[in-house]
């Protein structure tokens, strides 16, 4: 089955860098990549997700990147902010005409000090 | 919409007692999943459902637990007896068939003593 890494396991950093998190699958059918954030006493939410069939997408200060050759895909959040601070989990899968579910990385504590 | 609503959020059971974790997911979304989140392990899929059909339950550590989805609206995850390596946070998450995103519940934080 399907193996993602996430690294690293804890980020900080101050208001207003930027901050990447990085993933790498195994399963080369995967071709579904979302981001989870997950804050404190909640469940995750999704943040943004890309296929397979682009490289690179954008939504406003966090942007993600897939190489597929290499097998990995990364966060960047730019302009960082206090209320970035939670947990983010990458996760990989393989959609296709049925139902493939998620499998997930351990996860990243971000930590965005004023 | 309400989200994926989960009871209660915080259950602390003696080791051997049952306990019934309950889920009512999204309506109109016909996929419902279990998770279990550890800081050991992460996050870990013990069971997900299609129209209230079990499909995958290879994730379900023991015959101790054991889910049900009785009806498009509701379900239970149930560990007997519970044992103290069973504290964790258990999410209930939901989708609907054509979309990739899971909608997820704010859990129940079990702690078994």
Redesign the interface.
Same mark, same amino acid.
């Given at each position: 089955g399907e193996n993602v890494e996430q690294h690293p396991s804890t980020l900080s950093v101050q208001e207003g860098d930027s901050a990447v998190i990085k993933c790498t699958y195994s399963d080369s059918a995967s071709n579904y990549f979302p981001w989870y954030k997950q804050e404190l006493g909640k469940g995750p939410q999704l943040i943004i997700d890309i296929r397979s069939n682009v490289g690179e997408k954008k939504d406003q200060r966090i942007a993600v990147t897939l190489n597929k050759t290499a097998k990995h895909f990364s966060l960047h959040i730019t302009e960082t902010q206090p209320e970035d601070s939670a947990v983010y989990f990458c996760a990989a899968s393989p959609i296709n005409s049925g139902y493939s579910t998620l499998t997930f990385g351990k996860g990243t504590m971000l930590l965005v000090s004023p | 919409d309400a989200g994926?609503i989960q009871s209660p959020r915080h259950e602390v059971t003696e080791m051997g007692q049952e306990v019934t974790l309950r889920c009512k997911p999204i309506s109109g979304h016909d996929?419902l @999943?279990w998770y279990r989140q550890t800081m050991m392990r /992460?996050?870990e899929?013990l069971i997900?459902f299609?129209n209230n059909v079990p499909i995958?339950d290879s994730g379900m550590p023991e015959d101790r637990f054991s889910a049900k989805m009785p009806n498009a609206s509701f379900s239970t995850l149930k560990i007997q007896p519970s044992e103290p390596r069973d504290s964790a946070v258990y @999410?209930c998450?939901s989708t609907e +068939?054509g979309s $990739? /995103?899971? +909608? @997820? *519940? $704010? *859990?129940t934080r079990l702690t078994v003593v």
């Amino acid at each position: 089955g399907e193996n993602v890494e996430q690294h690293p396991s804890t980020l900080s950093v101050q208001e207003g860098d930027s901050a990447v998190i990085k993933c790498t699958y195994s399963d080369s059918a995967s071709n579904y990549f979302p981001w989870y954030k997950q804050e404190l006493g909640k469940g995750p939410q999704l943040i943004i997700d890309i296929r397979s069939n682009v490289g690179e997408k954008k939504d406003q200060r966090i942007a993600v990147t897939l190489n597929k050759t290499a097998k990995h895909f990364s966060l960047h959040i730019t302009e960082t902010q206090p209320e970035d601070s939670a947990v983010y989990f990458c996760a990989a899968s393989p959609i296709n005409s049925g139902y493939s579910t998620l499998t997930f990385g351990k996860g990243t504590m971000l930590l965005v000090s004023p | 919409d309400a989200g994926v609503i989960q009871s209660p959020r915080h259950e602390v059971t003696e080791m051997g007692q049952e306990v019934t974790l309950r889920c009512k997911p999204i309506s109109g979304h016909d996929y419902l @999943f279990w998770y279990r989140q550890t800081m050991m392990r /992460g996050l870990e899929l013990l069971i997900y459902f299609n129209n209230n059909v079990p499909i995958d339950d290879s994730g379900m550590p023991e015959d101790r637990f054991s889910a049900k989805m009785p009806n498009a609206s509701f379900s239970t995850l149930k560990i007997q007896p519970s044992e103290p390596r069973d504290s964790a946070v258990y @999410f209930c998450a939901s989708t609907e +068939t054509g979309s $990739s /995103g899971y +909608t @997820f *519940g $704010s *859990g129940t934080r079990l702690t078994v003593v």
